[in-house]
């Protein structure tokens, strides 16, 4: 099969043919129909994450079942399907109460695993992971499920518990970003949206974001010190909504951009994290003396569990939920490989998804 490979890390990606993978027991192979570009890969790729070379990325996925391993019970040849980026063991008592998103015995294809990026990709304990793609629902849309949408979901949700007429505050309108949005907007929530990207902006507004805000760039100082009625992002926040969101989401994944979402909330307001701070410059610094003083929640989120699936799916089949809205482009492997060196710099307005089996 074709497939991007990365043979040292922060290097050049190549397009080349490498073994078909085979199914594990428990497991399948997928023929990958479309497949998401995502930050998390720019961090693989970085060297952010423990992975052995040479390496596939990949891990927002929606295909057909193309072999099915020993044991499967619930899955044949044929069979539409996406997963979520965290795959769980399916033995665990994590797994077993739904909780897969947190399985200590975890796989996640594009970093403990080859990932996507690729023609045909190998998933492990099927039974436990693979999340069945209805007939209503393209494969391009299905793939962004896996990861940042589903991601999104669950923080409003399971998380942050975002109720209708609730101000909400978004820090970043990329892929995760414009995904709250939506999803924020569907739960009758008010959005405020914020990134320093202009494009993005226009995006999130088109998805129903009430106000949008420039911010001044998500590196730089002050992050710690920002005030509720001073300059900058909390500040206007705190004047648009009388004294704070209820929500607030790092979509991004930078001092600045937390410290913004945490100092942008009312009080007793819920902070989701959700764009990865990996400790890469040290750890970050947090406005932990304002999450004391105003009894803020700081909650992380980490994906979403098969398990939970069917209420978001039935969201997307029923037309409240559009997640095909949020895809800019599709593209080859080819691309991808000369795109993710520089996707953290990239201010992409909506997902980029590859079609494995394009011609180039
Ligand atoms: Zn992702
Ligand atoms: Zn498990």
């Not at 993978?21 to 060297?47: F, I, K, N």
């Not at 990996?278 to 929640?297: N, Q, S």
């Not at 060196?341 to 980029?352: E, I, V, Y």
Request: charged residues 20%; aromatic residues 4%; negative net charge.
């Amino acid at each position: 099969m074709r497939a991007v490979v990365m043979d040292r890390i922060g290097g050049p990606l190549e397009v080349r043919e490498v073994p078909d993978p085979a199914p594990a027991a428990g497991g399948v192979v997928v023929r990958v129909r479309a497949t998401g570009l995502c930050r998390s890969d720019w961090h693989a790729w970085a060297g952010h994450d423990d992975i052995a070379l040479p390496h596939v990325p990949g891990h927002e996925l929606a295909g057909t079942v193309a072999a099915v391993g020993a044991g499967v019970t619930g899955w044949a040849e044929g069979d539409r399907v996406t997963v979520p980026f965290v795959e769980g063991c399916g033995r665990c008592e994590w797994c077993a109460s739904g909780n897969a998103q947190v399985c200590p015995d975890q796989e996640q294809p594009g970093f403990t695993h080859w990932g996507s990026f690729a023609e045909y990709v190998a998933l492990h304990a099927a039974d436990t992971n693979l999340v069945a793609v209805p007939a209503a629902v393209p494969f391009d849309a299905a793939a962004s499920l896996g990861c940042r949408f589903a991601t999104a979901y669950r923080a409003l949700t399971a998380r942050a518990r975002l109720a209708a007429g609730e101000w909400v505050t978004v820090v970043g309108a990329g892929g995760v970003g414009l995904s709250s949005v939506m999803i924020a907007r569907a739960l009758g929530a008010r959005v405020i949206a914020v990134d320093r990207n202009p494009g993005a902006l226009d995006a999130a507004k088109a998805l129903g974001a009430e106000y949008v805000l420039v911010s001044g760039g998500f590196e730089g100082s002050g992050g710690c010190s920002g005030a509720a009625g001073g300059s900058g992002v909390p500040g206007r926040v705190h004047e648009i909504t009388g004294g704070g969101s209820h929500v607030a989401v790092d979509a991004v994944g930078s001092e600045q951009t937390a410290a913004d979402s945490i100092l942008s909330l009312r009080r007793r307001g819920r902070h989701v994290q959700v764009g990865l701070l990996p400790p890469v410059d040290g750890h970050p610094r947090i406005p932990m003396a304002r999450a004391i003083a105003w009894e803020l929640d700081l909650l992380g989120s980490h994906g979403m569990a098969a398990a939970d699936y069917p209420g978001m799916l039935a969201l997307i089949e029923s037309g409240d939920l559009r997640p095909a809205d949020l895809i800019e482009r599709v593209i080859g492997l080819d691309e991808a490989a000369a795109l993710l060196p520089g996707f953290d710099q990239a201010s992409p307005a909506g997902l980029t998804i590859i079609d494995p089996h394009r011609k180039e």
